[in-house]
């Protein structure tokens, strides 16, 4: 493997679109062999490319059903490398919450990004710690700070508000600025 292929990452541009299902509906394939095995695995799997600054990275949405399993399914095709996990707030949309994961493969290098809509008013999606350890942390500041349940997380407890806090001050219709906040490790303010 050339010096370059390892640092720099493999291009996701290169897509094919096929035509299936009864309806005749296009679907976007990926051109990476792994990418396009899942795809085929997971049906609800929707794949597209992201593209800034000269870099590209895949992007799957997921259905919330399908989430763990294409999750694990990812790990075990070679996207052995958890990055990093958060949730996004769209207030009007439905689903309203979405969770994302980046992960990567170290060789060859790609990164994935898994998107996952979570509906109100249950906001639950499974937890992935089981298959990624590095995920524990992220799913508890998603909960703490978003509202968002993972179902089998093995202590989904507040990480950084007090625990008798109440409410989740980053969703988009949380009060701002009625009460102060004193997290758990800093000092009591004088």
């Not at 990275?57 to 990812?74: M, N």
């Not at 202590?155 to 009460?179: I, Q, S, Y």
Request: glycine share 6%.
């Amino acid at each position: 493997m050339s010096e370059e292929s390892k640092t720099k990452p493999k291009s996701a541009t290169a897509q094919s679109v096929t035509h299936g299902g009864d309806a005749g509906a296009a679907r976007v394939m990926p051109a990476d062999a792994v990418l396009a095995a899942l795809a085929e695995e997971f049906a609800s799997a929707e794949f597209e490319v992201f593209e800034a600054a000269g870099a590209s990275w895949d992007i799957v949405t997921v259905s919330v059903d399908d989430y763990h399993g294409f999750v694990a399914a990812a790990h075990a095709s070679g996207y052995t490398m958890f990055v990093d996990l958060c949730a996004v707030d769209y207030l009007r949309r439905d689903p309203r919450f979405e969770v994302v994961v980046h992960i990567e493969s170290p060789s060859p290098y790609t990164r994935l990004r898994i998107k996952v809509g979570v509906t109100m008013p249950d906001v639950l999606v499974s937890s992935i710690s089981d298959i990624y350890a590095g995920a524990n942390f992220f799913e508890r500041e998603a909960f703490d700070l978003m509202g968002v349940n993972f179902s089998g997380h093995p202590d989904l407890t507040r990480l950084l508000l007090p625990d008798d806090w109440e409410g989740h001050p980053l969703r988009k219709d949380a009060a701002t600025g009625t009460v102060p906040v004193q997290f758990k490790a800093s000092y009591k303010a004088t």
